[in-house]
C-alpha cells in the first residue's frame, strides 16, 4: 500500500521498494530520514514550479545521494557523491534502466553539491539539489507551507540534525581529504578535522609542471 507525506505519494514500484530497503540496510536512521525529506522536499519544490519529473528516478536520486557517507558504500579515492552516484547506476541497471534515464539519477547524485548548475538541469537533477538544499540549508524554507513542513517531519523526524548531519559529513570523508578540493565539503573538514590543510588553487597553478 502506497504511502503519502505532506500531499505526496511515496514511490511503491518493486525498485522504489528495494531501493528503500537497501538505504534502510546500509544507512543510520539520519541519512535515511534526511533521503526521505529530500526526496519529498524535491517533490513538493518540482509541484510548485509546475515542473514535470518522474517520481521513481527522484526518489532513487534522493534516497541514494548520500550512500557515499555510509561504511558499505564508501571508498577513498573519488568524492562521495560519485560513490552514491556510481552505485545508483549500478542499481538501476539491474533493474533493466539503463541510458538516458540511468544517467540522469547519476548526475543527479553527482552534482548535488555543486552550486546553482544543478538548477539549470533536467528537473530531477534539479530537485535533487532542491531537496538537499532546504533540508541542509535551508534554502526554500518558505517555499514550502508550515504544514508541510509538519507533516514532512512528523514523518520523517530531525533531532539535532544540524550536529548530527555535520558528524556524518565528517565522517564520511575525513579518510579522503583531497576529493574536497573545490568543492563545498572542505569547509567541513576545516572545522572538525584538525590539521585539515585546504588545496589552493592558485597554487596548483603557481606550481605545475608548466614553465610559465
Request: glycine letters at 10%; hydrophobic letters at 40%.
Amino acid at each position: 500500500m502506497s504511502e503519502t507525506i505532506a500531499g505526496v505519494r511515496i514511490p511503491d514500484s518493486p525498485l522504489a521498494r528495494e531501493a528503500t530497503e537497501l538505504v534502510r540496510e546500509a544507512a543510520e536512521p539520519l541519512l535515511f530520514d534526511h533521503s526521505r525529506r529530500v526526496f519529498l522536499w524535491g517533490s513538493l519544490r518540482g509541484r510548485d514550479q509546475g515542473l514535470s519529473f518522474d517520481p521513481e528516478l527522484l526518489y532513487v536520486g534522493a534516497m541514494f545521494h548520500d550512500l557515499g557517507l555510509t561504511g558499505r558504500f564508501r571508498s577513498t579515492g573519488q568524492r562521495f557523491e560519485i560513490d552514491g552516484a556510481d552505485e545508483a547506476r549500478r542499481f538501476l541497471h539491474a533493474h533493466g534502466i539503463t541510458g538516458g534515464e540511468a544517467d540522469l539519477v547519476w548526475t543527479a547524485i553527482a552534482l548535488h553539491t555543486t552550486p546553482e548548475i544543478p538548477l539549470h538541469m533536467a528537473p530531477e537533477i534539479a530537485l535533487v539539489t532542491r531537496g538537499v538544499e532546504l533540508d541542509v540549508l535551508g534554502i526554500g524554507y518558505d517555499a514550502v507551507t508550515g504544514d508541510q513542513r509538519a507533516a514532512v517531519v512528523e514523518a520523517h523526524p530531525r533531532p539535532d540534525f544540524k550536529k548530527r548531519i555535520l558528524a556524518a559529513f565528517t565522517d564520511g570523508i575525513k579518510d579522503r581529504p583531497e576529493t574536497t578540493f573545490g568543492n563545498v565539503k572542505a569547509d567541513v573538514l576545516a572545522h572538525f578535522v584538525p590539521g585539515f590543510v585546504r588545496g589552493d588553487f592558485v597554487e596548483v597553478i603557481e606550481n605545475s609542471a608548466w614553465p610559465e
